[in-house]
Every structure is written in structure tokens, then in C-alpha cells.
């Protein structure tokens, strides 16, 4: 089961910073924040994960409070092809459960010009 | 590099058919798993495979069942296709198992039952 919380739409303009935030308060010591992204019917597409720390690569940033129960994942400066749906995805488990990844039903960010 | 690659990207089956959908990862991924999106939500984990063995499976019915092959292919196979099972079915593959290692999606094949 997806074990994490996020507002089911967003929108954003063109050029603006997207902040989608994601709740996660009974993450464990040892489960990642991972972010996907779906855009309409294409797989979901890897965009960041961390454990504590914040996490910066090409496509976003993504900023996890100290206490590790939420976090905002950071476009910086959106585009309309960053229309898409988000996935924040807690990633653990021990054993058969490993690695899984639990999707939700994501939030439906719209950038408009 | 090719990415994960699905095949076939589209496919129309009659209820009570059998079905065989195809997966080549990453080059080098030796992790693959199975994942079932229906329309309006979130892809629902199926089944991993690490090295050819079944490392989890999720809460779908025995009709359901995956193989993974020497060369990292895997293979998902659906029996006795019901309406409900009409999906996008989705692979992703990964260098190891672990949980700090990205898992990237093939672009998935969409099954249709009627």
C-alpha cells in the first residue's frame, strides 16, 4: 500500500517553479523518497530519490525535512512538457517485499503558458 | 543505449485467452518487475526477479506468472484474461535489488480484453 500523501492536482506557469509536496510521516529509518512521473500513457519516468539528505540531479531537486516526514520535489523552472502526473514513493521493505516500489495515485501537475 | 523494451506495445485478446508479454532490460539490469496500471491510478507491483529467481510477488491471482531468462529477459504470462484485466502492463528493470537503485520503466504494453 502507498504510504505516502500527496494533493491530487497542482498547476504552475511556464517558467515558474513547480514545489510538489509530498507527506510521508511513517516513513522508517531505512525507506527512500523516490519521485516518478507518468505523462499521459508513457511509463513512469525516474526523477530523483533520497534517503535524509537533499538530492539535486539535471531534472529536479528534491528537499526532505529534518524530521524525514515530508518532502517537496523542486522544478525549477517548469515547462509545459513537465505536464505530467507526480509519483512520491516511499521505497523499502524487508525480504519478498524489497524494492517495491507503491504508487498512489499521484499529483496531476498542469504548466500552463 | 536502448532503454527497457516492451513488446507488444498494443494487443487485443477475447476473454478467457492466454497472453505472453515480453521484456528486455536495461543491458546489464539483471533486476526486472512486473507492474499492472489500470486506467485512473497508480501502477500496482506484480512480480520481481533478481538473477532469474522470483524475489516477490503481489497480490494478484495464480493466473499470473512471470519467468525471468538467462540473458535477464523476462516474460509475463496471464491466463484465463478476464475484462478486469485490461491494463497497461508495465516492466522495469534495475542494475541490483536494492532499495537505493533506480528503476527504470519501458513504455509498457497495453493489453485490451473484450
Known amino acids: 500500500d502507498a504510504k505516502t500523501t500527496q494533493p491530487p492536482s497542482m498547476d504552475c506557469a511556464e517558467g515558474r517553479a513547480a514545489n510538489l509536496p509530498c507527506n510521508h510521516s511513517?516513513?522508517?529509518?531505512?525507506?527512500?523518497v523516490y519521485w516518478y512521473r507518468q505523462i499521459h500513457s508513457q511509463g513512469p519516468q525516474y526523477i530523483i530519490h533520497g534517503l535524509k539528505n537533499n538530492e539535486t540531479n539535471e531534472m529536479a531537486s528534491l528537499i526532505i525535512t529534518e524530521d524525514r516526514k515530508s518532502s517537496t520535489l523542486i522544478l525549477p523552472h517548469a515547462t509545459l512538457r513537465d505536464t505530467a502526473v507526480y509519483y512520491c514513493i516511499v521505497r523499502g521493505g524487508r525480504g519478498s517485499t524489497l524494492g517495491r516500489l507503491y504508487f498512489g495515485r499521484g499529483t496531476q501537475l498542469t504548466v500552463w503558458p | 543505449d536502448a532503454g527497457v523494451t516492451q513488446s507488444p506495445t498494443h494487443l487485443i485478446k477475447t476473454r478467457g485467452q492466454q497472453v505472453t508479454l515480453r521484456c528486455s532490460p536495461i543491458s546489464g539490469h539483471k533486476s526486472v518487475s512486473w507492474y499492472q496500471q489500470v486506467l485512473g491510478q497508480g501502477p500496482q507491483f506484480i512480480f520481481q526477479y533478481y538473477e532469474k529467481e522470483e524475489r516477490g510477488r503481489g497480490n494478484f491471482p495464480d493466473r499470473f506468472s512471470a519467468r525471468q531468462f538467462p540473458n535477464y529477459s523476462s516474460e509475463l504470462n496471464v491466463n484465463a484474461l478476464l475484462l478486469g484485466d485490461s491494463a497497461l502492463y508495465l516492466c522495469?528493470?534495475?542494475?541490483?535489488?536494492?532499495?537505493?537503485?533506480?528503476?527504470?520503466f519501458g513504455q509498457g504494453t497495453r493489453l485490451t480484453v473484450v
Open positions: 511513517t516513513i522508517s529509518g531505512n525507506e527512500y
Open positions: 522495469a528493470s534495475s542494475l541490483v535489488s536494492t532499495v537505493n537503485t533506480e528503476a527504470f
